[in-house]
């Protein structure tokens, strides 16, 4: 029998010029390859990443889309605003300037009436032309003259009667001049209408007829 040497314990046979460190590493390599498996291929790993940017990609293109729409739809509406404030401004404006001009109409028929009758002179005159003046330059327009066809919608007819030389309702005497601003009539025109005489149409049609017929022969 052989005697073993107590204290030493058998180590693993290690080829002559290497030691005993160097079997260590690869041990230990084999049991973590053993693990883990074998390694995944790179172009594996490349598409994969291609794929979630390209997924990316299209979330943000989407929401790009999204917020151009709404700022889009934002802009819109606040143009439409802006137009309707406008709007509103404007005839607010309108609607004051028509409520002053109607307060100041009274004035212009007193100054009118005056004109006719010769006592518009002197400073009242100065007065009154500065007035009517800055009236004009506000947008106030006279109308309503004597022998224009009657219209119901600029004229209101205080006076009626019948006239043998006219073919349609004629405004034959202004009462009240009328005021108009812009496209609104602060006041229509107050007249004197007549209308053509009755049966006058028919003589002058039968007076045609008969200058018009046939010649008697000789």
Known sequence: MTEETP????????????TSEDAAPKAA??????????????????????????AQLDQARTALTERTADLQRLQAEYQNYRRRVERDRVQVKEVAIANLLSELLPTLDDI??????????????SVADSLETVVAKMGLQQFGKEGEPFDPTIHEALMHSYAPDITEDTCVAILQPGYRFGERTIRPARVA???PQPGAQAKDDASDEDSSGPEESA
């Open 7 to 18: 204290g030493f314990e058998e180590k693993p046979d290690v080829p002559s010029g290497a």
């Open 29 to 54: 390599g084999s049991d973590s390859e053993k693990e883990s498996g074998p390694a995944a291929p790179a172009g594996d790993a490349q598409q994969n990443q291609e794929t979630a940017l390209v």
């Open 112 to 125: 009118g009436r005056a004109r006719e009758h010769g006592e518009l002179v002197g400073g009242f005159k």
């Open 193 to 195: 209408v007549a209308e």
